[in-house]
Every structure is written in C-alpha cells, then in structure tokens.
C-alpha cells in the first residue's frame, strides 16, 4: 500500500530552527509537495522536490532523498504566524496525489 | 492569483437529505478535484475530473457523486447525507501536467465545514 509518515506534532521556540520530517513509500515517484495550512483554513503551497538535494526559499528549505524515501521541510527564526499543520504530499505515477496527516508545529514565545 | 470559491464555509444537514456543494475557479484549471479532511487522516480524495464532464472515482466515492458541465465549475453531491459524512470538504484545482518537472500544485478552495444530524 502507499504511506506517508509524519509525526503528529512539534513545539518550537520563537526564533529558533524545525525540522519536520516525511518518509513515503508510494508506487513510484513524480515529486514530492509542501503545503502549509492553518487552523480553520485551506492548504497553502510551499515548496516542490522532485530532484535529491535541498530548495531553499526565504526562511523555509525543503530536502529530499528519493534512495531513502525521506523528506524534511526546515523553518528558520520561527516566528508565531509559523504556528499550523504542514502537510507532506506525494505525487505517484499516475500523477495523483498521497497526502500525510500533517504536522502540527506549535510555537511558543 | 488563482482563486478558488466554495459555495458555503458552514453547512448544517439532517441524515438522509441531498446535499449540494460548489466550487469554482477562475485560472482556467483542466483539473479539479473534492477532499475530505478529518483529523488525524490526511486529505483523502473523493473524486477529480481533468476535463469537462469527466469524472474519475478517487479513494473514497462512497456515497458521494460530482458533476462537471462547465470547466470552472466542479461540484460535489451527496445523494442521502449519513453522520459519517460529517467533514471538512476541500476543494482543488490545478493545470494538467504528465511531467515530473512541472509543480502543476493544487490551488484549494477555503473548505466547507459539512455537519451531518
């Protein structure tokens, strides 16, 4: 079957650097999506990988090891409004999306 | 900016009516595509469509059909709403793409709250 695992939750400091961590096995591979959502509200795009190595955008990178089926999404000098779910989604080879349950990141002052 | 609409954020039904939800968007997206969102499960997907009176069944169609008679129109019926459809509902589109290297993300509509007594 197709899987897509993220922890359940973080806290982090205001200021401070997360990591939050999506491992897949999916029928094959076609990239692998980002998306932040806050409480109450719709999913919004973050960051796209389809090719290994880091992307980096602003405060927020994104990592991938297509050999390791391993992703990671990484916020710098988190700030309060970086408090909702991110969610990992994968794109398989019939070009649909699987998505994680998310990761809700809490950020405390 | 892409925008998506949904016809309703709250909606409140009784077991057994019809129930009819909306979603339109304006980038001239070839697919659209209804979620579900319940906690602690990721989206699951209930139908998409890549082209006008196309439908395609995603994870879970039970219970539920859709129709698309125009491209920027997608909606989402549930014949005879059941308690167990109490749900956010999410609405997606976005350009059609076969290739790896094209982002082709999914723009979301902002949700409707579904609650079924």
């Known amino acids: 079957g197709q899987n897509i695992d993220q922890p359940t939750e973080m806290t982090a400091t205001e200021g401070a650097i997360v990591q939050i961590n999506c491992t897949y096995q999916?029928?094959?591979?076609?990239?692998l999506f980002w998306y932040q959502q806050h409480a109450g509200e719709a999913p919004t795009f973050l960051s796209y990988?389809?090719l290994d190595g880091l992307e980096e955008k602003g405060r927020f990178s994104s990592f991938l090891s297509r050999s390791k089926g391993y992703s990671y999404l990484l916020l710098k000098e988190l700030q309060m409004k970086d408090s909702a779910s991110y969610l990992c989604a994968v794109r398989d080879s019939n070009y649909q999306l699987i998505w994680g349950a998310g990761t809700k990141l809490i950020i405390k002052p | 900016d892409v925008k998506v609409t949904q016809s309703s954020r709250y909606l409140v039904k009784r077991t057994g009516e019809k129930v009819f939800l909306e979603c339109v968007q304006d980038m001239d997206h070839e697919n659209m595509f209804w979620y579900r969102q319940d906690p602690g499960l990721g989206l699951r997907l209930i139908y998409f469509?890549?082209?006008?009176?196309?439908?395609e069944k995603g994870d879970i169609p039970e219970g539920y059909s859709v129709s698309r008679e125009k491209k920027e129109r997608f909606s989402l019926i549930l014949e005879s709403a059941s308690t167990n459809q109490t749900s956010m509902y999410l609405c997606a589109s976005s350009f059609w793409g076969s290739e790896s290297s094209s982002y082709n993300e999914q723009f979301f509509g902002p949700g409707t709250r579904l609650t079924v007594l």
């Open positions: 469509s890549y082209d006008v009176k196309m439908k």
């Open positions: 999916t029928s094959g591979f076609n990239g």
């Open positions: 990988n389809v």
